[in-house]
């Protein structure tokens, strides 16, 4: 049995995406914006939804599958918008329960 050394093996160097780089300090954003970001997302996939349903309730949809996917996408956004909202409930709760 012929056993190869590790070291024998090329390495691949790999980069972190841009957003996954930790920012500079003095650069942060605020969770209250991204907060409010994902609240619009959500307004703005939810108004994609309803107009879409108009459409296709009228029957002047041409993409049955587009409606399909935009109804998942507001989904996925109140999804989003719901567990930001825990993880920030857990987090004030988290510090009242810090002994002063």
């Known amino acids: 049995m012929?056993?190869?050394p590790i070291s024998s093996y090329p390495v691949q160097s790999f980069s972190v995406p841009q957003?996954?780089?930790?920012?500079?300090?003095?650069s942060v954003t605020p969770f209250q914006s991204m907060f409010k970001d994902a609240l619009q997302n959500l307004n703005q996939a939810n108004g994609v939804k309803d107009q879409d349903s108009l459409l296709l309730a009228t029957g002047?949809?041409?993409d049955i599958a587009a409606v399909g996917i935009?109804?998942?996408?507001?989904?996925?956004?109140m999804q989003l918008l719901i567990q930001m909202r825990n993880k920030l409930l857990d987090a004030y709760q988290e510090i009242m329960r810090i002994n002063v």
């Open 2 to 4: 012929n056993i190869i």
């Open 19 to 26: 957003a996954a780089q930790p920012q500079a300090s003095g």
């Open 60 to 62: 002047d949809v041409d």
């Open 70 to 77: 935009n109804g998942q996408k507001a989904e996925v956004a």
